[in-house]
């Protein structure tokens, strides 16, 4: 006799679950978690939280430095008191260095990708080692009459073909353009 534990198929799974009853212990009162304004969680606020206001204050800043240090005049720095700063060349010149290393980065990784990815002839773009033929046996029913789910398996490229391009087939005018 088959054992009562044994699962053939994801529905019997279903069908166990639907046998047992939801089971809540009620709450203790013990296990109250703080709530007020300002806590998160038990022990204050999240790192994350943290590192985001401090890294979005440190951009305001560095910005509005940047921007004083880049346009405003001479003799308007040196009325604040600031002698030493570096030459106005780098407000422009950073940037642009910046945004022309982000564009040679993208493009020698899209350049990269263009030389490990097989060409479309190639045999290793439909098949690999992973590939699964479907299976040809018949399916049985359980004892449910239900029948089992069938095992993974990759679509054939003709199957695929036929599906998504036998309307072209049947019509081989309505297509063409004249």
Known sequence: MED?????SPRRI??????RRAHVPPPDSDDRSPTGFGVSGEHGPKLSEVYGFVGSITTVVATAIFIVWAYFPDH?????GIYYYPNRYWALAVPTYLIVTIVLAIGFYIGLNFLATPPPTS???IFDEF???P???ILLQDDDGEYPIEPIS???VNQ???IMFSNLNDNPDKDMVT
Request: hydrophobic fraction near 30%; charged fraction near 25%; glycine fraction near 0%.
């Open 4 to 8: 009562p534990c044994s699962v053939n």
């Open 14 to 19: 279903l069908s166990f679950s639907k046998n």
């Open 76 to 80: 308007w720095l040196h009325s604040m």
């Open 123 to 125: 045999l290793s773009s």
């Open 131 to 133: 590939s699964r033929e």
């Open 135 to 137: 299976l040809d046996t």
């Open 154 to 156: 990759d679509i054939d």
């Open 160 to 162: 695929i073909n036929d």
